[in-house]
């Protein structure tokens, strides 16, 4: 059997809440839960929301409820009703113009028609022409109101010493960390069982980090009269992820990147990472995408390509005045377009010998992630063929593995944008693919209607209630729509509108297919197999005597996950952010002919390399 990257922890944080422990699953799925199983979810979230502690009354339910998910967008993003912009103005009087300033604030190259007089105080007198152009300062409401945003009163920002650090990368630092210390193993006790270059992380961006602190002042600033800071161009790089959990979070000297695919970015970097394990190349992987696109200039990017759902469409849907932000994405159902999302999510692989060694809970595994482009199109943003490759060959594996009738007990969570081309597309896609492979009946779901669209990260979202499904054993339903559109292809398909019940800790799905069709012609279907599967595999593989002594160790790595989640809930999080610990330079390297040493590691890197090219030279 070859190697098999085994999901061994998961973290983040998305407008559902915290990835790890399942409770941002448990927040999409709340009705069908009990109250005892949602306490913890509940408290999780009045914790990160900043909500009064002492009792869990009904009121703070409803408050915390009401701040998650997709909603209208809060102020501490920006006001959608009042958004400040500049328009270009000529200013003209048959007299020219006379007005004062502060003398350091003329520009560095002064007009030739300008007269200047000096005044008191550091004051200046300008005369100028009857013409001036001027940039003139304004307010003007956006045409969409809603997006995902993460819970209420939430800052990633608070949880360590992030001054002038982009959102998107405080989003990682919180998310990389939750995941590692939800893994219950300390990650020195990882790095002492294999060799420090055998770590992989792949971690990134789809656009780029956009707020102010990254590229958004780095283009605004010169305009609004601001300077541009040292740190603005390097911590915009879409890579900026991976570098920080590298540097910051895991001290890794191992492969590293990021793999930027439009709304596929994530699961491109999954396979990436398990490229890397099947290979050889790396014995864990952290891979993930963290995003923070809810910021005018990119809501408004995409909302004048008409990729957005505005407040004036939805309203025509319903038939009302009064926009309903908490339908803004409907998937396979009547829709005007998609959702914009924040969001950070992050999983830590393991190939399955190290895994069962160091006793680590398996989550699930991936065999494979398929990527394929869409060749010749007439739009580059339109849909193509790639899709129905990627889909065509997951399912194929599946069958592979699970046989013709295991296939039957698989499902899908779709791209789902809430777009009316989507609903088309991918709906034909999954239609023909579960046609030819005989299945009957396929369920089929789609995160976005909780969540939104967080571009690199989306398939991620679709990862963590994926594997959700297997520890409580609903199916989240597509709550957000009452129907299923007429021109939705679904004769093969069962597109869940309720939560989906399928057994006790989801028994009766052996694996899911994460699909995603990103923005010009980048898709990728991932297969995810079920933790009871992933454990037959291993047994087969391991032998029952090898799987016995994996389950005795892994009491002790659930006992101490679960003391971070406990901690987490009840006192806060504590993020791991290493800055200026553990440096290495040219003095803690030593190098020889057969190995490269690094004082901060116990094992040493392998330079004695075992080719199959050399036989070339024979």
Known sequence: MNKLPVIVSMGGINAAGRTSFHHAYRRLVNEVLDDETMQSTWQDLARLMKLEQTELTQETIQKIKDGTLIRRIESQHFDPANVYYQRSASLHHENGFEFSLKKRQLPEVIPTEWQITELDDGMVSVNCPEHVDVLLPGHYKMEVSSAGQLPSGFDPSQYYHSKYHPRGLTMTVFGASDALQSMGIEWDTVMDNINPDLVSVYAGTAVFQADEYGAGGLYQNPLNGSRISSKMMPLSLPEMAADFINSYIVNSVGNTGTNVGACATFLYNLRQGVNDIQSGRARVAIV?????????????????????????????????DNVNNRRACRPFSDNAGFTMAESAQFFILMDDELAVKLGANILGSVPDVFVNADANKKSISGPGVGNYITM?????????????????????????????????SESHILNQVAETYGIKNWSVTAMKAYVGHSLGPAAADQLAPTLGVWQHGYIPGIKTI????????????NILIDHHYVGEKGSEMLAAIVNSKGFGGNNASALVLSPAQTETMLTRKHGEKAMAEWQQKNQHVSATAKQYDEKAINEGIEVVYQFGEQVMTEQDVAIDKEKLSLTKFKNNIDLSFQDSFSAFLD
């Open 288 to 320: 993930g995408s963290s995003e923070a696109p809810v910021v005018p200039e990119i809501m408004e990017g995409f909302s004048v390509m008409g990729a957005l759902a505005t407040d004036k469409n939805l309203n025509k849907l319903d038939g009302t």
């Open 482 to 493: 009452e129907y299923v559109a007429d021109d939705v292809i679904q004769d093969n398909l």
């Open 392 to 424: 065509a060959k997951a399912t194929g594996l599946a069958k592979r593995i699970l046989g013709e009738d295991g296939l039957q007990r698989t499902f899908v969570q779709a791209h789902g944008t809430g777009t009316p081309q989507n609903r088309v």
